[in-house]
């Protein structure tokens, strides 16, 4: 894999610091952002150089590992509906809900599997208009090969939660691990970035129906009705969680990584992907392109100093 420096690169400032765990960004119409914290469960609303708690999730119960207050995704009726969508985890189960900020959440879909980790955690509107969700095995392997579970699924639903129209079931594609980053390119072909167990992290492209192999293969296994992943890494260089697509290119957020990989696109097809900022920002979460026009990220170290970049090549 291609490394560079990013001061070589791009322009970068800090929108935002003194954070703990920011896991998503969502932007409203106004251009100001939404953002989970994982282990405060408070959803803050970011402005460049200003931070303001909205509200906290009394509901959510955090484990201190990978559960707790996880995605979120802004209607894109948000001017006249005023609702967002967030996934937490409980004492029992992940679930999705929909949310009039300040009020409690409503939930759409309960019984997501809990785990000390491989919770997923990922919602995101598509250009279909309908609400997707990436859902980890939680640390139950066998359930991303059980068409009846919900865990280790990319999900697509309405806003109440039930199945598309034409639809019989939430699940939009199986075998996945821990799936935690969804995107789609200019195209609306979708993309999902998810983390292996030993071996492999994988960035797929994802089509409705098709089985992306987990836990008969990590990584590229070849086998007969299993797709393989469009680009892998060892664990160590990844470990991903968001996903966001920026001015041609698939942005992939590295944990334990500690970098953010630009994977180049041209006609769907990835090109060699290039490290920035090795190590300059410890393990990075969220990605999201910004209304202004540059791509915001998270790093989510812990201790009260995580940090919300603005990016701008």
């Known amino acids: 894999m291609a490394t560079s420096q990013f001061t070589a690169l791009a322009a970068n400032h800090d929108i935002a610091t003194g954070l ?6 969502g932007f409203l119409p106004d251009g100001s952002a939404l953002v989970t914290e994982r282990d405060s469960a408070r959803v803050l609303s970011v402005r460049p150089g200003s931070v303001r708690e909205v509200q906290t999730i009394a509901e959510v119960k955090p484990n201190g590992v990978q559960s707790g207050l996880l995605g979120l995704a802004v209607s894109p009726l948000y001017a006249a509906d005023k609702t967002v969508f967030i996934y937490y985890s409980t004492e029992t189960d992940n679930r999705i809900a ?7 959440p409503k939930p759409i879909v309960t019984g997501l599997p809990l785990g000390q980790k491989r919770e997923g955690g990922r919602l995101a509107f598509g ?3 309908w609400l997707y969700a990436t859902v980890g095995d939680g640390q139950r392997p066998e359930l991303a090969q059980d068409p009846k579970s919900l865990g ?6 309405t806003k109440d939660g039930k199945p598309v129209p034409g639809a019989k079931t939430l699940v939009y594609s199986l075998g996945h691990r821990d799936p935690q980053g969804i ?10 970035s998810e983390s292996g167990e030993h071996a492999f992290d994988e960035l797929n492209r994802v089509e409705k129906g098709k089985n992306y192999g987990w836990p008969v293969c990590e990584g590229v296994c070849g086998k007969p009705g299993f797709v393989d992943p469009v680009v892998t890494w060892k664990t160590e260089e990844a470990t991903p969680s968001d996903l966001g697509y920026y001015k041609g290119s698939l942005y992939m957020a590295a944990n334990l990584g500690k970098r953010l990989w630009r994977i180049p696109l041209k006609d769907g097809k990835t090109g060699t992907p290039e490290a920035l900022f090795e190590g300059t920002f410890g393990k990075l979460r969220a990605v999201e392109p910004a209304k202004d026009g540059s791509l915001w990220f998270t790093s989510t170290n812990g201790g009260g100093i995580d940090k919300i970049v603005s990016y701008t090549p």
Request: glycine share 16%; charged share 30%; hydrophobic share 35%.
């Open 20 to 25: 703990t765990h920011p896991w998503s960004i």
């Open 98 to 104: 929909s949310l009039k900020l300040g009020g409690k």
């Open 127 to 129: 250009p279909d208009g």
């Open 152 to 157: 280790g699924k990319v999900l697509r639903m």
């Open 183 to 192: 995107t789609w390119d200019d195209k609306g072909r979708m993309f999902v």
